[in-house]
T-cell receptor, first 112, second 112 residues
Framework: EPEVTQTPSHQVTQMGQEVILRCVPISNHLYFYWYRQILGQKVEFLVSFYNNEISEKSEIFDDQFSVERPDGSNFTLKIRSTKLEDSAMYFC??????????FGPGTRLTVT | AQTVTQSQPEMSVQEAETVTLSCTYDTSESDYYLFWYKQPPSRQMILVIRQEAYKQQNATENRFSVNFQKAAKSFSLKISDSQLGDAAMYFCALTSGSRLTFGEGTQLTVNP
């Protein structure tokens, strides 16, 4: 069964550094999402992406964040200058046409 | 704006017994979907069950069923014959086509 994959599973970075989180959505899916979950809190929407552009973003998704689909398979989330409060689990999700989003296993980002 | 509320931060159940997790929501949309996701300690988001708002019949998936009360904006999850593997954080979520909005989660403990 096809699944969403994410790399790395765990990323440790120093404050101020740039990080790129990578996702490979399910191949025939058209809509892509990033969510984050700070430890012990609920999952929060960051951004949605469709037809090679951002379709919606939350107030969390400020100028420090960007997304890209550099080729036909990868979907990336870049954080330009990480802060301590960016430490969280980041989930990628994708969907075809229906309402059902399929989640990847997540990348745990630790900013020190 | 959409909101999802889970008022039970923690629940516990004896193995083989039944437990019900509560969720209420608010949306101004007429067309939406509701989901329950399970998050074990690995933090993977696993879809448990979904409900289309236009369907009156409650969804069921093996031991999992929902009680969808559209007028009351309530969407509870019933787990029958609870198993040790059901122990996890459970999130209720809502979408009307784009972003998923999650509740705060309910930590379910299953006692042997």
């Amino acid at each position: 069964e096809p699944e969403v994959t994410q790399t790395p599973s765990h990323q440790v970075t120093q404050m101020g550094q740039e990080v790129i989180l990578r996702c490979v959505p399910i191949s025939n899916h058209l809509y892509f999402y990033w969510y984050r979950q700070i430890l012990g809190q609920k999952v929060e929407f960051l951004v949605s992406f469709y037809n090679n552009e951002i379709s919606e973003k939350s107030e969390i998704f400020d100028d420090q964040f960007s997304v890209e689909r550099p080729d036909g398979s990868n979907f990336t989330l870049k954080i330009r200058s990480t802060k301590l409060e960016d430490s969280a689990m980041y989930f990628c999700a994708s969907k075809k046409e229906s309402y059902e989003q399929y989640f990847g296993p997540g990348t745990r980002l630790t900013v020190t | 704006a959409q909101t999802v509320t889970q008022s039970q931060p923690e629940m516990s159940v004896q193995e083989a017994e039944t437990v019900t997790l509560s969720c209420t929501y608010d949306t101004s949309e007429s067309d939406y979907y509701l989901f329950w996701y399970k998050q074990p300690p690995s933090r993977q988001m696993i879809l448990v069950i979904r409900q289309e708002a236009y369907k009156q019949q409650n969804a069921t998936e093996n031991r999992f069923s929902v009680n969808f009360q559209k007028a009351a904006k309530s969407f509870s999850l019933k787990i029958s014959d609870s198993q040790l593997g059901d122990a996890a954080m459970y999130f209720c979520a809502l979408t009307s086509g784009s972003r998923l909005t999650f509740g705060e989660g309910t930590q379910l403990t299953v006692n042997p």
